[in-house]
């Protein structure tokens, strides 16, 4: 395994030196946060955990297909190998490293804080946070996979993703889920937000008039 370290370090570093669709300190700062959490894996072909969390980056980044990433940048990755990347990096940023960042305010000094901020900046009190819906177009699913839940009614494939930011807009809380909603009390999200117009609460919604 040792060669195998230095070959990967070796190739992590020419992947960071050699692209354009990150920060090369940024990079670097992520891959310390993540990589502690990761196992490396015991089989001999096994994909350095550094290498890993890159190859997820430029998926997080780029959209693209899971095979198309896969094979740019020198990961040489497979599909399948891709698939569980992403699968064991985005987990560990889930578990591990959101509560960090993402944290709804909870003291009284915090709460204090973002209210004030909204009360300075857009004359709302008692405010802890603003929320909103909206489509993230997706392609569409495989032909072995349902459709319709993903079918919205803009006309196209799309994630429903609902935002909570606070002051000064930083967001905190991100839903996705596909357009059946059967935790959200409406297929229309607007709609629900709309009748939360007149009733007194800590989030202010984005309602048409």
């Keep these: 395994m040792a060669f195998y370290d230095v070959f990967g370090k070796a190739l992590v570093e020419e992947i960071i030196n050699n692209n354009e669709w990150f920060n090369k300190d940024v990079a670097r700062i992520i891959i310390d946060m993540i990589s502690p959490h990761m196992q490396e894996g015991q089989r001999i072909a096994v994909i350095y955990k550094d290498l890993k969390i890159l190859a997820t980056l430029h998926f997080y980044g780029s959209g693209s297909y899971q095979l198309s990433s896969g094979q740019r ?35 009284e000094h915090s709460r204090n804080t973002v209210s004030n901020g909204f009360r300075r900046k857009y004359n709302i009190p008692q405010c802890l946070g603003a929320i909103d819906c909206t489509h993230i177009a997706i392609i569409s699913p495989p032909e072995n996979y349902p459709t319709l839940p993903y079918y919205c009614r803009k006309g196209y494939y799309s994630i429903n993703c609902q935002i909570i930011v606070v002051s000064p807009m930083a967001a905190f809380v991100i839903l996705l889920q596909n357009n059946e909603l059967p935790n959200w009390p409406v297929r229309k999200p607007e709609t629900y937000l709309n009748t939360c117009k007149q009733r007194t609460g800590i989030l202010v919604p984005d309602v048409e008039e």
């Design 73 to 107: 940048y020198n990961f040489a990755l497979s599909q399948p190998s891709m698939s569980r990347c992403i699968d064991e990096v985005t987990e560990v940023i889930y578990s591990h490293i959101t509560p960090n960042w993402i944290k709804f305010p909870n003291s």
